[in-house]
C-alpha cells in the first residue's frame, strides 16, 4: 500500500514539475515576444517594390569596415538593424500581402532608396507618451529655437505624430521627420543635465535612445546623397555637360578651377554669383553627410589600413590635397553608377553595377580579407545558435515525455531520440564557437556574449559525459535545459545590446594567451557551479515533489555528482583566478586589486572551499548540500554577470539594462533553497518519534 502511495505521488510530482515547467517557458516566451510585438496588424507601405535575389546576393558581401574590421554587408546591415528595429526581420503590407524584409534589403532601402526608406516602418517605441510629452516638455526658449518652430507648432506636429498610434508601436520616419528637431533638442538637454546613462530614468534612457536611432536612420538615408546625380543647375550657371555637371564627381574634378576662379575675384571685391553660391552650399552640405562613419571605401594608401568615410576624403582634397584625387574621383564616378542604374535601368544593371563596385573593392584588398568575408556570410547564412535552440526546444520535449513515463518502451525510445538530438545540438554549437573564432582570429571568448554560448556549449558537454557514467536521464535533461537556457539567454542579449561581438578587442585584453588560459578556465568554472546548481535543483524538487519515489540509491548518487561538480568548479575558478593575478601583474602591475571581478572569482572558490569542508566534517548533508549548492548559482551569476554593470573596475562594462533578469534569477534560486529548506524541515520533523510512557 505504502509502495502504491508513493507511485501515485511520485506520477502526480511529475506531472505539476511538468506543468510549472511548460508554465516557466511560455511565460519566458510571452516575455521575450512581447519585447517585439507592438501592434496587430502590419504597416501599409504602398507600391513597395521588393529587392531581387541578385541585387542582394550582390550586396551581401560587399566589405564595410566598421566596429574596428572588416565585414560583410550583411553583417553590418544584421546589427545596424537591431539598433534602429530591434530587430532582424520587419514585415510590412503591400498591396494587402504581407512581406517580411530583412536587414539587407532595408539597408539597400536606407542608402539606396531613401524616399522609401522613410515609409517603411523602422522605429519601434515601447511608450509614446516619450513622444506626447515633447509637447509639453520644459524645453527651453534656445531649445526651442534650435527646431525652428514655435510653442504651437511644436503642439501640432507632436499631436499628428501619436494620431491613431497605440501605446507601443511602429513608426516610420516620414512619421517622426517633424518631430525630430524637438526630440533631438530634449535629447541634447539631458545629456547635458545628466551625462551619466546609468543614472537617468527610464523615460529619459528612452528619449536618448529614440533620438540617437532617428539620428542614426538620418545619417543613413543622406549618406549616397553624394552619388544621386541630381545637383541642381540654376539659370546662369555656364553649362558645358548638364548631365555631367549634376554629378558631385565632376565638381570635385573640376574645383581647382573652381578656386583659382574664386581666388582671382576675391581681390577685386567682386560678389559671388548667387547660383555659384548655391552650388557651394550644395555641395558641402552632401560633403558633409558621406562624412558620417560609413566606411565603404578602402584606403589609397597602400600600407595603411584604416578606411575612412567618403565625405572625409573629399573634404581633404576640396582644402588642397589632391594626393589621391584621380582615385577618389574614380570611385565616385563608379558609385554615381551604381545610384543612377537603379534610377534609370532598373534592378537588374543595378545589381550588375553593384557588382562591379564589390569587384573593385575586393582587388584593392587582402586575399584573405576577401575570403574572411565570404566565411562571415556563411556564418550569418547557418545561424548555428539559432538552429541549436531550434534543436533543443525540441529535445526538451522529447526529454520530458521520457520522464513522464519511467521505465517504459516509449521512454527508452524518446531517450535515446533527446540523446541524439542534444549531441546534434551541442555539435551545432561547437562548429558555430569554432566557426566565430576563425573569424575573430582569437580565442572564443573575449566578451559577456562569448561567455554565453561557452558556457552552454561547455556545460551540455560535461553533463552528457556525466550522463554517459550515470545512465540515469538527470544529466541529459539538465544538459538540454542548460542549452536551450544560455541560447535563449545569447539571443536575448545579442537584440538587446545590438552590438557586434567579433569586433576587435580592447587593447589589454588582445592577448590570445592568457585569453585561452585564464578566461576560458575562469568560465568554465562558472559553467561547473550553474551545472552543480541544476543538479542541485533537480534534487530539491525530486524531493519535495516525491518524484524520486523514496529511492535512496538515486538520492546518494546525485548528492556525490553535485559535490564532484563542486570540486570541478573550485579546481577551474582556483586555476583561473591565480592565472587573472598573473596576467594582472603583468598588464597592471599588481596581482590583485580588489576589483569586483576578482572579488566575485574569489567569492566563487570561497563558497566551494565552504561546501566541500562543512560536507567532508559532517556539517552538511544532503538536504544541506543540495540547498547550498544551489544558492551558489548566485554567487556564480553575481562574479559571471551583475559585477559589470557595478560601474567601477578595470572589469565594469556599464550596462543597465537587462539587470531585471539577474535580479530575477537571485529571485529564483534564492526560493528554490527556502523550498528545499522548509521540505528539509518537515521530512526531519515527520521522523521525530514522540515518547512512549509505559501504564502499569
Known amino acids: 500500500m505504502k509502495k502504491d502511495s508513493r507511485k501515485l505521488r511520485s506520477k502526480i510530482g511529475r506531472w505539476a514539475a511538468f506543468v510549472l515547467m511548460l508554465l516557466a517557458i511560455g511565460s519566458y516566451g510571452l516575455y521575450t515576444m512581447r519585447l517585439n510585438v507592438t501592434q496587430k496588424e502590419s504597416m501599409e507601405v504602398s507600391g513597395y517594390e521588393s529587392w531581387e535575389e541578385k541585387v542582394i546576393v550582390a550586396a551581401r558581401d560587399m566589405p564595410i569596415q566598421d566596429g574596428g574590421r572588416i565585414k560583410p554587408f550583411s553583417t553590418w546591415a544584421g546589427f545596424t538593424m537591431l539598433k534602429l528595429h530591434g530587430d532582424r526581420t520587419m514585415k510590412i503590407m503591400v498591396d494587402g500581402k504581407k512581406v517580411k524584409l530583412g536587414p539587407e534589403e532595408v539597408l539597400l532601402d536606407c542608402l539606396f532608396r531613401p524616399e522609401v526608406a522613410r515609409k517603411l516602418p523602422v522605429f519601434r517605441i515601447d511608450d509614446t507618451e516619450i513622444i506626447k510629452s515633447l509637447a509639453v516638455g520644459d524645453l527651453t526658449q534656445e531649445d ?33 521627420e517633424q518631430v525630430s528637431p524637438i526630440l533631438i533638442a530634449r535629447a541634447q538637454k539631458i545629456r547635458k543635465s545628466q551625462p551619466d546613462k546609468a543614472k537617468m530614468n527610464s523615460d529619459q534612457r528612452q528619449t536618448i535612445d529614440l533620438a540617437d536611432t532617428v539620428w542614426l536612420f538620418m545619417r543613413l538615408i543622406y549618406h549616397m546623397d553624394f552619388a544621386r546625380a541630381d545637383i541642381e543647375i540654376q539659370r546662369g550657371t555656364p553649362a558645358v555637360d548638364k548631365t555631367r555637371m549634376q554629378r558631385m564627381s565632376y565638381w570635385i574634378k573640376s574645383f581647382p578651377l573652381l578656386a583659382e576662379a574664386v581666388r582671382k575675384m576675391k581681390p577685386s571685391g567682386e560678389q559671388l554669383p548667387p547660383q555659384l553660391m548655391a552650388l557651394f552650399s550644395d555641395l558641402e552640405l552632401r560633403m558633409r553627410r558621406s562624412s558620417e562613419d560609413i ?8 600600407n595603411s589600413d584604416l578606411w575612412s568615410p567618403l565625405g572625409k576624403r573629399i573634404e581633404k582634397v576640396i582644402s588642397g590635397d589632391r594626393t589621391h ?10 558609385l554615381e553608377d551604381v545610384q543612377i542604374a537603379l534610377r534609370d535601368q532598373g534592378q537588374g544593371t543595378f545589381a550588375s553595377k553593384l557588382g ?20 562571415e556570410v556563411k556564418y550569418g547564412k547557418y545561424n548555428y545558435f539559432y538552429n541549436a535552440l531550434i534543436v533543443f526546444l525540441i529535445t526538451f520535449f522529447f526529454v520530458m515525455i521520457s520522464w513522464l513515463s519511467p521505465r517504459s518502451k516509449i521512454s527508452k525510445f524518446c531517450s535515446w531520440i533527446a540523446l541524439g538530438l542534444c549531441v546534434f545540438a551541442l555539435l551545432l554549437m561547437i562548429v558555430g564557437i569554432t566557426h566565430r573564432s576563425f573569424i575573430m582570429e582569437r580565442s572564443p571568448i573575449g566578451n559577456l556574449y562569448d561567455t554565453i554560448i561557452f558556457i552552454g556549449a561547455t556545460g551540455v558537454l560535461v553533463l552528457l559525459l556525466t550522463e554517459l557514467m550515470t545512465r540515469r536521464m ?10 536551450m537556457v544560455c541560447m535563449f539567454l545569447a539571443r536575448r542579449y545579442e ?29 568554465v568554472g562558472y559553467m561547473g557551479g550553474l551545472a552543480a546548481a541544476g543538479l542541485s535543483a533537480i534534487y530539491l524538487f525530486a524531493r519535495v515533489f516525491g518524484i524520486d519515489e523514496g529511492d535512496k540509491r538515486w538520492r546518494r548518487a546525485m548528492t556525490r ?15 583561473g583566478t591565480v592565472l587573472g593575478g598573473i596576467w594582472a601583474n603583468d598588464s597592471w602591475g599588481r596581482f590583485w586589486g580588489w576589483d569586483p571581478k576578482e572579488n566575485g572569482a574569489l567569492m566563487i572558490v570561497l563558497w566551494c572551499l565552504i561546501l566541500l569542508h562543512a560536507r567532508l ?24 554577470w551583475h559585477v559589470n554593470s557595478l560601474s567601477t573596475g578595470l572589469h565594469s562594462y556599464g550596462f543597465i539594462d537587462g539587470m531585471g533578469a539577474i535580479w530575477g534569477f537571485y529571485l529564483l534560486m534564492t526560493s528554490i533553497c527556502l523550498m528545499g529548506g522548509i521540505a528539509a524541515v518537515v521530512v526531519r520533523s515527520s521522523k521525530t518519534v514522540p515518547p512512549t510512557t509505559s501504564q502499569s
Open 495 to 523: 537584440m538587446g545590446d545590438a552590438k557586434d561581438h567579433m569586433d576587435p578587442l580592447v587593447a589589454v585584453l588582445k592577448s590570445n594567451f592568457w585569453l585561452s588560459t585564464h578566461v576560458v578556465t575562469v568560465t
Open 617 to 640: 566534517a559532517g556539517y552538511l548533508r544532503e538536504w544541506g548540500l543540495h540547498i547550498a549548492t544551489v544558492f551558489g548559482a548566485n554567487v556564480v551569476a553575481f562574479s559571471w
Open 295 to 302: 566606411k565603404f571605401v578602402p584606403p589609397y594608401d597602400k
Open 356 to 375: 562591379d563596385w564589390k569587384q573593385s573593392v575586393h582587388e584593392r584588398m587582402n586575399a584573405g580579407d576577401v575570403a574572411q568575408l565570404g566565411s
Open 561 to 575: 555528482i553535485a559535490y564532484g561538480m563542486i570540486g570541478f568548479t573550485l579546481f577551474f575558478s582556483l586555476i
Open 325 to 334: 584625387a584621380e582615385a577618389l574621383v574614380k570611385d565616385m564616378v563608379q
Open 144 to 176: 526651442i529655437k534650435m527646431t525652428g518652430m514655435n510653442d504651437s507648432q511644436i503642439d501640432d506636429v507632436v499631436k499628428q505624430a501619436t494620431l491613431g498610434k497605440n501605446r507601443r508601436d511602429r513608426f516610420s520616419y516620414e512619421e517622426l
Open 474 to 483: 538527470v544529466a541529459l535533461g539538465l544538459a538540454v535545459f542548460m542549452g
